[in-house]
């Protein structure tokens, strides 16, 4: 086998390992931000968004939106990883069939040790955030290459690395880098057939044996980002029943739950607040008693569409009951949760009950809360926001009103009640607190 082709491979695959490394770690010391790695503010977001769209199954925190859970992937590559590095030393020293290349074939199985030690357990599993898959896509593709090159190039028994790599990430990440990582692999293999075989390998059964190589990892790359494509699908389609409200298309409680117990145990780290609102549509059992249930359905479906029209994406909004509605505001104050909940409150309020009858309109009563000022936990979360909610209902519905508001009567009109940041809001303006 020729010595110095290889060396340049080498080389070469050093040095683009290297800079890849640079491209991401350099920036954070630089006080800059990373492209490829998420700073700690962007994965708390990434991390609530993550949530929002995957709950079952301990998505949370995944390494890509369609794959496998952060601990389940690192397990999988872990295993994966130290079997196949493993199963090749074995091979190389059982059979001695590269005497003059065995040392180096060697150093490079235990090198690959070292990298699946640092990045799977002495690194925090989210320190390259989304890089993780870069560096080690890069790595082992590298590391495939060189092993190919050194154990015989066309004649290696170690071309199957290369189809494990492939397929391995069609199950983890999008299409697109699926079909990134395969035109990288077979970049590699091809410069490990031309690096590393015997000058005295015959041209055409060189060829043939790359072109089927590589005709196989196409076709492979192909299956497995159709396999996973579907499995995806069907995973959403899981995900979807479980977690959204099929009237109103709104999470629903169960998933609610589980999100503000979430944004505690966030705020308990980062030391921020939210907000919460809860929401009761007016007279719903009335408009189902005149017009039919058909009918209250329609206007519930109308309220989800005002309420999912006026929230950020990294709030959550769920149904809470049958007409009450409720939205966790993450990093949200009082004062901003009181402007929201009045632009729900005149979305709601300008919706025709029955496009029959001019003038019949929808209403809400909303009530606002923050933590940890109005609890400390769901339950007293709730259980305040059920209280101001029934407050508005109180001082003649169709408002928004905070906690702990004395109610009582003033010369503009019926009961209102001042609240932590606006006061109760509604069609008779702003009340002041007493």
């Known amino acids: 086998m020729p010595v110095e082709p290889v060396l ?21 010391l630089l006080g800059r931000p990373n492209r490829l790695a998420n700073d700690a503010e962007t994965a708390e977001l ?49 059979t001695g ?50 092993l190919v090159a ?42 490990a057939a031309v690096a590393g075989s015997a000058t005295d390998t015959k ?31 069907t995973r959403d389609a899981a995900i979807r029943l479980s977690t959204v409200d099929p009237l109103t298309g709104l999470f629903n409680r169960t998933f609610f739950f589980a999100a503000i117990g979430r944004e505690i145990a966030r705020c308990a780290r980062s030391g921020r607040g939210f907000c919460l609102l809860m929401m009761d549509l007016d007279d719903l059992k009335a408009i189902n008693d005149r017009l039919g249930h058909h009918q209250g359905d329609r206007v519930l479906r109308g309220v989800g569409e005002v309420i999912a029209d006026g929230v950020r994406r990294i709030d959550t909004a769920a149904r809470y009951g049958g007409d009450e509605f409720v939205v966790l505001l993450p990093e949200t104050d009082p004062t901003g949760a009181f402007v929201l909940a009045e632009k729900i409150r005149r979305g709601v309020n300008a919706m025709a009950v029955d496009e029959a009858t001019p003038g019949s309109r929808a209403s809400l009563s909303i009530g606002v809360v923050s933590y940890p000022g109005d ?13 101001a ?35 109760a809001v509604g069609d008779s303006g702003v009340a002041s607190a007493p």
């Open 8 to 28: 340049i491979l080498i080389v070469a695959a050093v040095a683009a390992n290297l800079v890849l490394m640079a491209m991401i770690l350099v920036p954070p």
């Open 46 to 94: 990434a991390e609530l968004q993550a949530a929002e769209a995957a709950v079952v199954g301990g998505m949370i925190g995944a390494p890509g939106d369609d794959g496998v859970s952060s601990h389940a992937y690192d397990r999988i590559v872990r295993i994966v990883a130290w079997f196949f590095l493993l199963s090749a030393t074995a091979i190389v020293a059982a």
């Open 97 to 146: 069939l590269w005497p003059a290349n065995q040392p180096a074939i060697l150093v490079l199985l235990a090198l690959g040790g070292v990298f699946v030690v640092v990045i799977h357990d002495l690194l925090p599993s989210d320190v390259l955030g989304p890089a993780k898959f870069v560096v080690e896509g890069s790595v082992a593709i590298t590391l495939s290459t060189l």
């Open 150 to 191: 050194l154990t015989g190039g066309v004649a290696s028994p170690f071309f199957f690395a290369f189809p494990l790599i492939v397929a391995g990430g069609a199950l983890v990440v999008s299409p697109p880098i699926t079909v990134a990582l395969a035109g990288a692999a077979a970049l590699g293999y091809a410069l």
């Open 203 to 233: 041209l055409t059964a060189a060829v043939a044996t790359v072109g089927v190589n590589l005709t196989a990892l196409v076709l492979l790359a192909y299956a497995s980002m159709v396999i996973a494509r579907e499995q995806r699908r």
């Open 375 to 387: 609890g400390s936990t769901a339950d007293e979360l709730m259980i305040s926001a059920d209280a």
């Open 389 to 423: 909610m029934y407050a508005s209902k109180r001082a003649g519905k169709d408002r928004v009103t905070g906690v702990s508001i004395p109610i009582r009567r003033n010369s503009r009109g019926p009961e209102t009640g001042g609240g932590q940041a606006a006061g």
